[in-house]
């Protein structure tokens, strides 16, 4: 069965510095890759996905994540972070042709000014 | 477009009552899911439906009843609320894809005394 790990629980980090979120996957067959973010008291909105082709994907406020079939790892990265930024972020994936994402635990993001 | 409604927003219940979340979402998606989220434990599945009149056990069903007797509405009953349903309650719908991009409420926090 699939499985997503997000290597850390909580991410602080000061504005303007860079930060990773990481996110490892199991899975033996083809997959898609979402990051999902959870602004405070707010329902999940998809951040970015990979489906195919570059694996280098960007969200439109400056998130990117890179897709490492070898690594089996979609990690996220922000080069430089602002307090809007600060939420909570979700890494799912799906099998091709599956009805169900896989989440992994979350990582809750916090900006420090 | 309203996207996903979920109502109501918060809701105490106490123990042994029964109560029913309403999900409606108006892009046509055939398929729907109830999620519970608890600290920590990221998004957990209940149950989905992948088209009218259907529905699935998912990871936590346990406790919990869905009906979908309207493409655009998927409902999730407690039968006989217990504390450890205490939660945030997330519907999300998709459409039929082979990616399953999955569009979430804003959410239901249930407490149950």
């Known amino acids: 069965a699939q499985s997503v790990t997000q290597l850390d629980s909580q991410v602080p980090v000061f504005e303007e510095a860079p930060v990773e979120l990481r996110c490892n996957y199991s899975?033996?067959?083809?997959?898609?890759l979402f990051w999902y973010v959870q602004y405070p008291n707010q329902g999940l909105q998809l951040l970015l996905k990979y489906l195919s082709g570059s694996t280098l994907v960007e969200s439109i406020n400056g998130f990117e994540a890179e897709f490492n079939k070898s690594q089996t790892s979609f990690h996220l990265r922000k080069p430089s972070v602002h307090i809007s930024d600060t939420a909570e972020y979700f890494c799912?994936?799906?099998?091709?042709?599956?009805?169900?994402?896989?989440f992994g635990q979350g990582t809750r993001l916090t900006i420090n000014p | 477009n309203a996207g996903v409604t979920q109502t109501p927003k918060f809701r105490v219940l106490k123990t042994g009552q029964s109560m029913t979340l309403l999900c409606a979402q108006d892009?046509?998606?055939?398929?729907m899911y109830w999620y519970r989220q608890d600290p920590g434990m990221g998004l957990r599945l209940i149950h989905y439906s992948v088209g009218e009149g259907t529905t699935a056990k998912g990871e936590v069903p346990d406790g919990y009843n869905v009906s979908r007797l309207k493409k655009q509405n998927f409902l999730l009953g407690l039968e006989s609320a217990a504390p450890s349903q205490t939660s945030v309650y997330f519907c999300?719908?998709?459409?039929?894809?082979?990616?399953?991009?999955?569009?979430f409420g804003p959410g239901t926090r249930l407490t149950v005394l």
């Open positions: 892009m046509n998606h055939e398929y």
């Open positions: 899975s033996s067959v083809s997959v898609y």
């Open positions: 799912a994936v799906i099998l091709q042709g599956a009805q169900k994402l896989v």
């Open positions: 999300a719908s998709s459409p039929r894809t082979e990616y399953n991009e999955q569009f």
